[in-house]
């Protein structure tokens, strides 16, 4: 059995002791800081903070052509609106030279009327006055006129015929022809006679202008469609002028011989369109 001094030393309450208590107590920080390592707090989400903006400037659409306009210049704007000024200006030349002229109402030209001998009737003129209406002369022509095609485009093309359309002061002679099969193309050379005094002799000149000029006073020569071109680009045609005199040179040479020149009237109020050839005076 136990002694009643151990009875004593067993129910004697401890003193505090420092070191006791240091064993076996918590210390509230020690709590805390235990409970913290052990049992961590959920950190809170960042919340992502938007990018400051521009408020001092309105926004722009962005426009493409808008940049490409910035990009040019002046003379690169002048350089262009140039050129489509001349690419226009030669397609309207190109379309209208394919375009014939409308030969239907030239009288004489189509007709089946019979034609006279208007060779002979200068020659027995004898200095008379004489005067052809235009669908004598196209008939004349019609009967006794045959143009032929030379060179490289006479594979393609090929004359078909030619007539005289008399105007107040001039004619146009015009050279009908068919490119390929049915594609007509007509060529025009205004023509106009003067009589001038050369070496104290009179004579006729003939010029190859007629009509109301070109843009810049520029005398109109002819046509080639509905294109007009200035006087001296009927120098292109010349050979197939000088065919034309080489085929009626007895023709030309009585009317130079008698002293004629010739004089075109346009009619009008149904009257006829003539041509008169009259003695020049001496």
């Known amino acids: 059995m136990a002694s009643n001094n151990n009875r004593k030393r067993t129910n004697k309450k401890p003193k505090d002791n420092p070191l006791w208590g240091d064993l076996f107590t918590r210390a509230d920080s020690d709590t805390e800081l235990t409970g913290k390592h052990l049992y961590p707090e959920k950190a809170p989400e960042s919340v992502p903070v938007p990018a400051p903006t521009r408020t001092s400037a309105p926004i722009r659409r962005s426009y493409p052509w808008l940049s490409l306009w910035n990009k040019l210049n002046v003379w690169s704007i002048a350089a262009i609106t140039v050129f489509l000024v001349f690419a226009g200006y030669l397609y309207w030349i190109v379309v209208n030279m394919w375009i014939p002229q409308d030969m239907r109402d030239i009288a004489g030209y189509t007709d089946k009327g019979v034609a006279r001998d208007l060779t002979a009737i200068v020659r027995n003129a004898n200095g008379a006055d004489i005067i052809f209406t235009e669908a004598e002369i196209n008939r004349y022509l019609r009967d006794t006129c045959r143009i032929r095609q030379d060179g490289v485009m006479a ?15 001039y004619a146009e002679f015009i050279i009908d022809s068919i490119i390929g099969s049915s594609w007509h193309q007509t060529t025009a050379v205004h023509l106009s006679f003067h009589p001038v005094t050369e070496h104290g002799r009179q004579s006729v000149k003939v010029s190859f202008c007629g009509g109301e000029p070109m843009p810049g006073n520029m005398p109109r020569g002819g046509s080639i469609g509905r ?35 010739p004089t075109f009237t346009e009619g009008k109020n149904g009257h006829d369109s003539t041509v008169r050839l009259s003695p020049m005076p001496s």
């Open 155 to 169: 594979i393609f093309s090929r004359s078909e015929g030619v007539a005289l359309r008399i105007h107040d002061g």
């Open 227 to 261: 294109v007009p071109l200035p006087q001296h680009y009927m120098r292109m045609l010349q050979p197939s002028l000088e065919s034309l005199l080489t085929c009626y040179k007895e023709f030309f040479d009585t009317i130079r011989e008698q002293g004629y020149c």
